[in-house]
Structures are given as structure tokens and as C-alpha cells.
């Protein structure tokens, strides 16, 4: 199937973005790894410990501000690189590993904003996180023990910050960069495919041209 120039536009953006999404992921993972020198992830810890990152360390505002920044960014980057895919309608096969790269890291990028809900410990993370605690019970058979595994079996304390610590530093971030890797490494294959279909057209136009004359 011959692509359309527009398609052929939308899938550079489709590249370039994934560069945008690798690049604020490292960010977001090594200003966290930066903020973790001085994070304290317990109850009472973590509020005071973010609070003397942005008014005692060394520029520490900035690198969490740009934590933040970040994070937010992957969340709304990955999703319009959903839909540029979707416009260029890019439902080949060959493109099975840039879609589902794609839709976990999207997945991954809400799970990180989602984990890191009670890391503050504010007042409206913590009570936000009460309330999806609610949503999480409700869920039919394993809404209860998933509540326990995040809070470690009681109410939310300590050891809830560190299972969410855990599970934001960890496991969800090595994952979203790993996402990121692949989806950039698929775009870029189908960028080279492009650049031999756009050749093959070349190929077909010369010998066309050389027949009709």
C-alpha cells in the first residue's frame, strides 16, 4: 500500500514526537533519581523533605519543577502521539510494536502521575488517594487485596508511601523507559521503510516515464 504524502508527514511526526517522549522520560528519571538523594518516603518525611528540596538545596526547585513538568508532558505528548498515529492510519501489521509501545508508555507515563498522588503527602494527595483507594476496593474479587498490597494491609501510612515509592521509582519508571526505547526504535524502522517505499516510487516513475518514450 502506497503512502500519502500527508501520511508520510504524520509519520515523521510520529518520530519526532517518540524523540520528544525518550527525552522528557530521562528527564523525569533522572531529576527523580536527583530528588531521591534527599526524599524521605515516609508519612511524615516526605512532605518535609520535598519542602527542604525547593527552599535549602542547591537548585533543587528546579530540578523539582522540572520533575513535574515532565511528568505531566509524557502524559499529553503520549496521547497526541496516539492520535497522530491513529490520522496517519498506521494499522499495519509492521506497526503492531510502535502501537503497543506506544499505548503502555501512555499507560506507564499515568501510572507514574498516579503513584506519585500520595509521595507529597499533602492534604489533596492524600485525600485523593483515599478516594481512589474507594475505587480500588470496589473492584469486583481482587479489589481488596489490591488495597492491601498499596497500603500494606491498613490505613494509609508510612508503608503505603513506600509501596507507591517502590512501584513510581523502581518498577513503573524502568518500564517507561524501556516503552519509550521501543517505541522510538519502531517509528524509526518504519522511517526507513518509508525512505524504500519513496524509492521504489522514484524506481516505478523512472521506468514509466522510459517506456512512454
Not at 62 to 75: K, S, V
Not at 109 to 135: P, S, V
Request: proline share 1%.
Amino acid at each position: 500500500m502506497q503512502s500519502t504524502q500527508f501520511d508520510r508527514i504524520l509519520r515523521r511526526i510520529a518520530t519526532i514526537l517518540s524523540v520528544v517522549i525518550l527525552s522528557l522520560c530521562l528527564i523525569y528519571v533522572s531529576t527523580g533519581i536527583l530528588l531521591s538523594f534527599y526524599y524521605e518516603p515516609t508519612a511524615g518525611g516526605a512532605y518535609n523533605s520535598l519542602r527542604m528540596i525547593d527552599t535549602e538545596v542547591s537548585y533543587g526547585w528546579l530540578f523539582h519543577r522540572a520533575h513535574d513538568i515532565a511528568g505531566n508532558a509524557m502524559i499529553a505528548i503520549a496521547l497526541v502521539q496516539i492520535v497522530i498515529m491513529f490520522l496517519g492510519r498506521q494499522f499495519r501489521r509492521s506497526w503492531l510494536f510502535a502501537w503497543v509501545s506506544g499505548i503502555l508508555f501512555t499507560l506507564s507515563a499515568i501510572a507514574l502521575d498516579w503513584t506519585a498522588m500520595i509521595l507529597d503527602w499533602t492534604q489533596e494527595g492524600y485525600w485523593r488517594f483515599n478516594i481512589e483507594l474507594g475505587n480500588i476496593q470496589a473492584i469486583p474479587v481482587i479489589g481488596s487485596q489490591l488495597r492491601d498490597i498499596l497500603t500494606g494491609g491498613g490505613a494509609i501510612s508510612s508503608i503505603t508511601v513506600e509501596h507507591l515509592y517502590t512501584l513510581h521509582s523502581y518498577i513503573i519508571s524502568l518500564g517507561a523507559i524501556i516503552l519509550a526505547v521501543v517505541h522510538l526504535a519502531a517509528l524509526l524502522w518504519q522511517e526507513q521503510q518509508m525512505y524504500a517505499e519513496q524509492a521504489e516510487e522514484k524506481i516505478q516513475l523512472a521506468g514509466a516515464s522510459l517506456a512512454e518514450s
